[in-house]
């Protein structure tokens, strides 16, 4: 069973910067795809970056790209999310997310996640202006 836990969440003020991790536990040695999806207050959860841990390009949401960067760390077994120039309309609860469907390095960013499996509990990001 993969187990999934963020952190680095917390307060910020706009043009600030923080750093998402999320742990990987219970994994298969097999490459597979992961990502980071947020849900900010009545709004649907949406898909912020995602990567395959084999290698490619990763994928990001038109609203964060340029400023956000989703990286891996195979030995550690973490994923990152490097978030700069952050603003208030990033405030949202933020998801680690994984699955190990065959899908290459063509990881789903659409459909708010719906596609993974495996998610942590998530973690708050606040970004006052």
């Known amino acids: 069973q993969v187990q999934l836990q963020e952190s680095g969440g917390g307060s910020v003020q706009a043009g600030g910067s923080l750093r998402l991790s999320c742990a990987e536990s219970?994994?298969?040695?097999?490459?597979?795809?992961m990502g980071w999806f947020r849900q900010a207050p009545g709004k649907n959860r949406e898909g912020v970056a995602v990567?395959?841990?084999?290698?490619?390009?990763?994928f990001y949401h038109d609203s964060v790209r340029g400023r956000f960067t989703i990286t891996t760390d195979i030995d550690k077994h973490t994923l990152y999310l490097q978030m700069n120039s952050l603003n208030p309309e990033d405030t949202a609860t933020y998801y680690c997310?994984?699955?190990?469907?065959?899908?290459?390095?063509?990881?789903?960013?659409?459909?708010?996640?719906?596609?993974?499996?495996?998610w942590g509990q998530g973690t708050q990001v606040t970004v006052s202006s």
């Open positions: 997310a994984a699955d190990f469907k065959p899908w290459g390095m063509t990881c789903p960013l659409s459909g708010g996640g719906r596609d993974y499996r495996y």
């Open positions: 219970g994994y298969s040695t097999m490459r597979h795809c």
């Open positions: 990567i395959y841990t084999g290698g490619g390009d990763p």
